[in-house]
């Protein structure tokens, strides 16, 4: 996916700062950050929203999830908690169409969110 920036991310044609890397997944500094800790973890393959995903993939978005988790420990947050966020598609809030896990952190956030 040429047009998809975070293929463009993977692919090292746009630079990024990392937290983590792993042979599925990618992690990185979001770019407009909404909490003082927030990273985007995304896998290397491009699957454009969560409907699009498939039996196959069920072990990626796991990866995604434990990726999420460490992503949180590497950015100091873990201990006291963080939030995770899938969006899906426009009234879900997802811009950018290539599946991506928020992972917020340092700071409260209340409930419900929204």
Not at 84 to 92: A, D, L, P, Q, Y
Request: glycine share 8%; with cysteine; proline share 6%.
């Amino acid at each position: 996916m040429t047009d998809c920036i975070f293929c463009r991310i993977v692919a090292g044609e746009i630079p990024a700062k990392l937290i983590l890397e792993t042979e599925n997944v990618v992690a990185f500094h979001d770019l407009n950050p909404v909490a003082p800790q927030h990273a985007l973890v995304i896998p290397r393959r491009h699957i454009a929203t969560l409907d699009d995903a498939t039996d196959e993939d069920r072990e990626l978005l796991g990866q995604l999830m434990l990726a999420g988790a460490e992503a949180a420990r590497l950015l100091g947050c873990a201990e006291n908690g963080y939030r995770t966020v899938m969006n899906c598609k426009e009234s879900g809030g997802q811009s950018v169409y290539h599946i991506h896990l928020h992972v917020l952190g340092g700071r409260p956030f209340s409930w419900p969110p929204g």
